[in-house]
Nanobody
Framework: QVQPVESGGGSVQAGGSLRLSCAAS????????MGWYRQAPGKEREGVAL????????YYDDSVKGRFTISQDNAKNTVYLQMNNLKPDDTAMYYC???????????????????WGQGTQVTVSS
């Protein structure tokens, strides 16, 4: 059983940075893919970034390329999302998720992820 736990959300002004963390016990064995999704009020959940933990392969949504970086620390069973140059449109609840595998299309299919955290709120003011 994988239980992701997110932390690091908060409120920042546009142009600022935040780093989200996702600690997931057991993920190194049970999952090969960890990722971040977000959901703003009234909108569908959307993929932000994924990392194939076995090889460090990453996928990003076009809206965050060049601004967000997903990384992992296998010794700590933790995945990070470094978010730079934040924009008001980035405001959302951010969820960490895990699955046994993924590909770029998984960004568009949240239902393909098996394990979900409770979420952490990110608010960006203009």
């Amino acid at each position: 059983q994988v239980q992701p736990v997110e932390s690091g959300g908060g409120s920042v002004q546009a142009g600022g940075s935040l780093r989200l963390s996702c600690a997931a016990s057991g993920y190194s064995y049970y999952t090969a893919c960890m990722g971040w999704y977000r959901q703003a009020p009234g909108k569908e959940r959307e993929g932000v970034a994924l990392i194939y933990t076995a090889v460090g392969l990453t996928y990003y949504d076009d809206s965050v390329k060049g601004r967000f970086t997903i990384s992992q620390d296998n010794a700590k069973n933790t995945v990070y999302l470094q978010m730079n140059n934040l924009k008001p449109d980035d405001t959302a609840m951010y969820y960490c998720a895990g699955a046994r595998g993924c590909d770029p299309l998984t960004l568009r299919r949240p239902s393909a992820m098996s394990y979900w955290g409770q979420g952490t709120q990110v608010t960006v003011s203009s």
